[in-house]
């Protein structure tokens, strides 16, 4: 069944039923751009590889009842997979960042071209620097992470379009990249999380708020809560991050281990190479 033209989301963990992807096709270290490449730089990444695994992830997103859009891909955009960076999806509305980075400038407009396509309206944030994975949605609260790619004036635009939503600002180490290789929201009660990251006051918070599972330094490394919630508790998650996995099974989730670690050389895992559009 095609859900054509039908856009809504209000959080990180109902049932997921659209989600934009692009395929690893010209994915490459072209130039450094944040803490991970920097390990993989001179390794580099397997292409051939990246691309089987990135079949099995949609194949498994497909086989839980998920359609899945594929973006094309193009030659001058070596990070395209990470879809979840060119945009979020907010109630009914999809709004489209402006990307940082040289290298990720036009990713957008490739977005634009298949909302314009498909007759989808779209909100372009068009002099805001901003990310998608710098964004977190939970209900009325939107937490939107202050990095070298999401500027504080940015966030001040969102919450002044949004004002009905309590858009929280939050600040974590650079080195970083995205908020959500440091803190994700799971359920409505669960968090994941990596303090050494956060601000004590951030931190304060986000346990009045959550049931937080911490994740150690390697895992991390290994972007431990760079998972993906496609609803009912079922969360993709790579099977190198075994003591995340475990703890979330501990909790009643139920843990779908796909194995992409060719493409999280780039910084980015599950949440980072995917564009929720319509949960519910």
């Excluded at 963990?13 to 692009?22: E, F, H, P």
């Excluded at 431990?224 to 969360?235: S, W």
Aim: charged letters at 25%.
């Amino acid at each position: 069944m095609t859900l054509k033209n039908e856009t809504f989301c209000q959080n990180e963990y109902d049932k997921l039923k659209r989600v934009i992807l692009c395929q690893p096709q010209y994915m490459t270290i072209r130039e450094v751009i944040n803490d991970t490449q920097k390990q993989f730089e001179d390794e580099g990444i397997h292409i051939k590889t990246a691309l089987e695994q990135h079949r099995e992830f949609v194949r498994t997103l497909e086989a839980n009842g998920i359609e899945v859009i594929l973006l094309p891909y193009h030659k001058k955009f070596p990070e395209q997979v990470f879809t979840r960076d060119i945009g979020f999806t907010l109630g009914q509305t999809i709004f489209v960042a402006k990307m940082a980075h040289d290298v990720r400038i036009g990713e957008e407009d490739v977005l634009k071209q298949w909302l314009d396509d498909e007759e989808m309206s779209y909100y372009t944030l068009a002099e805001d620097r901003i990310e998608g994975g710098d964004v977190i949605i939970d209900g009325e609260t939107i937490y939107v992470g202050l990095s070298n790619r999401t500027y504080l004036q940015a966030v001040e635009h969102l919450q002044s379009v949004l004002n009905q939503f309590d858009v929280k600002a939050i600040s974590f180490k650079e080195k970083y990249l995205h908020l959500d290789c440091v803190f994700n929201v799971i359920s409505p009660e669960v968090a994941l999380i990596y303090p050494p990251a956060l601000t004590k006051e951030d931190m304060d918070h986000f346990s009045s708020r959550y049931e937080l599972i911490e994740v150690t330094e390697e895992e991390q490394f290994t972007l431990g809560t760079n998972v993906l919630n496609i609803g009912n508790k079922k969360i993709l998650s790579l099977p190198v991050n075994k003591q995340v996995n475990q703890k979330l099974i501990n909790r009643g989730f139920e843990i779908i281990e796909v194995d992409i670690t060719e493409i999280i050389k780039s910084g980015g895992s599950f949440r980072c190479c995917t564009l929720p559009i319509l949960r519910g």
